[in-house]
């Protein structure tokens, strides 16, 4: 049984934090990580910052930004991985990138740098379904999952996409691109219903969760949320604390508080 299939075996309430590679310095994205498993986090998603990015909202932007400051790479943002394993973290890790980059890499050696870097999993929020096909492929060699996206408007298409999920399937609470939302559409708990009749694996939501009593009205019919915007925001609010080696242990503490505090039954 892989990493990622033995955290979510026949778990309920998975939380899974998104942190952007480099934010607000590689140094401290190790220790975010490290910071977020001790507060609880069931697997991590690691953004692969990115220039010109289809599904993040302002706030991933801006963490973006403050990563390519560090001439963050794809290449760089992956080595990040076994240094946090060589620090402690046990729990899955999910990279999040887009077609781009990952068409500039090569698919194949992507897949493969990964899986060497003792990556779990791979999402990709803007290759449709239908032509992901060959990374697939890639990531069954290697051992790897391909995370499944499926939206609102993904239709007739639920039912394939959810069917063939690998570790669990990625559910967008709404439409638009990531971000804090002080209301989860009312029609979200339809669609987890209707994704949760055909997938095999766990069904998890994100996509503005950033508030206690939404990932309590989300327990109901999903199998755990992804928090991004609300982390990342943190983050960039305690830039200056997080990047002063004295402050930096007050930072992540803050924000383990956050998290606690968003997560606690």
């Given at each position: 049984?892989?990493?990622?299939?033995?955290?979510?075996?026949?778990?309920?309430?998975?939380?899974?934090?998104?942190?952007?590679?480099?934010?607000?310095?590689?140094?401290?994205?190790?220790?975010?990580?490290?910071?977020?498993?001790?507060?609880?986090?069931?697997?991590?998603?690691?953004?692969?910052?990115?220039?010109?990015?289809?599904?993040?909202?302002?706030?991933?932007?801006?963490?973006?930004?403050?990563?390519?400051?560090?001439?963050?790479?794809?290449?760089?943002?992956?080595?990040?991985?076994?240094?946090?394993?060589?620090?402690?973290?046990?729990?899955?890790?999910?990279?999040?990138?887009?077609?781009?980059?990952?068409?500039?890499?090569?698919?194949?050696?992507?897949?493969?740098?990964?899986?060497?870097?003792?990556?779990?999993?791979?999402?990709?929020?803007?290759?449709?379904?239908?032509?992901?096909?060959?990374?697939?492929?890639?990531?069954?060699?290697?051992?790897?999952?391909?995370?499944?996206?499926?939206?609102?408007?993904?239709?007739?298409?639920?039912?394939?996409?959810?069917?063939?999920?690998?570790?669990?399937?990625?559910?967008?609470?709404?439409?638009?691109?990531?971000?804090?939302?002080?209301?989860?559409?009312?029609r979200v708990h339809e669609f987890l219903q209707t994704v949760k009749m055909h997938a095999s694996v766990p069904v998890v939501v994100g996509f503005g969760i950033s508030r206690r009593e939404q990932v309590e009205a989300l327990a109901e019919n999903a199998d755990g949320v992804v928090v991004g915007s609300a982390?990342?925001?943190?983050?960039?609010?305690?830039?200056?604390?997080?990047?002063?080696?004295?402050?930096?242990?007050?930072?992540?503490?803050?924000?383990?508080?956050?998290?606690?505090?968003?997560?606690?039954?």
């Amino acid at each position: 049984m892989s990493r990622l299939e033995a955290a979510v075996n026949g778990k309920k309430n998975l939380f899974i934090p998104f942190i952007t590679a480099g934010d607000p310095n590689p140094e401290v994205t190790i220790e975010l990580a490290l910071t977020l498993e001790e507060a609880g986090a069931d697997i991590l998603e690691l953004g692969i910052p990115y220039s010109d990015p289809l599904a993040d909202g302002p706030v991933i932007q801006a963490a973006s930004k403050r990563a390519l400051k560090h001439e963050m790479t794809l290449e760089k943002a992956l080595s990040l991985v076994p240094k946090m394993r060589a620090q402690g973290l046990t729990i899955p890790v999910i990279v999040f990138t887009y077609v781009n980059p990952l068409l500039q890499y090569g698919e194949e050696q992507f897949v493969k740098r990964a899986a060497e870097y003792q990556v779990d999993g791979i999402l990709v929020p803007d290759m449709p379904f239908e032509e992901g096909e060959a990374l697939q492929a890639a990531c069954q060699e290697h051992n790897l999952s391909l995370i499944s996206l499926v939206a609102p408007t993904s239709n007739k298409r639920i039912e394939k996409i959810a069917a063939r999920a690998q570790g669990f399937v990625y559910c967008v609470s709404s439409l638009g691109v990531t971000g804090l939302r002080d209301e989860l559409d009312p029609r979200v708990h339809e669609f987890l219903q209707t994704v949760k009749m055909h997938a095999s694996v766990p069904v998890v939501v994100g996509f503005g969760i950033s508030r206690r009593e939404q990932v309590e009205a989300l327990a109901e019919n999903a199998d755990g949320v992804v928090v991004g915007s609300a982390i990342v925001k943190l983050v960039g609010e305690l830039e200056d604390e997080l990047n002063d080696p004295e402050k930096r242990e007050d930072g992540l503490f803050k924000i383990k508080r956050f998290v606690s505090e968003l997560i606690s039954s």
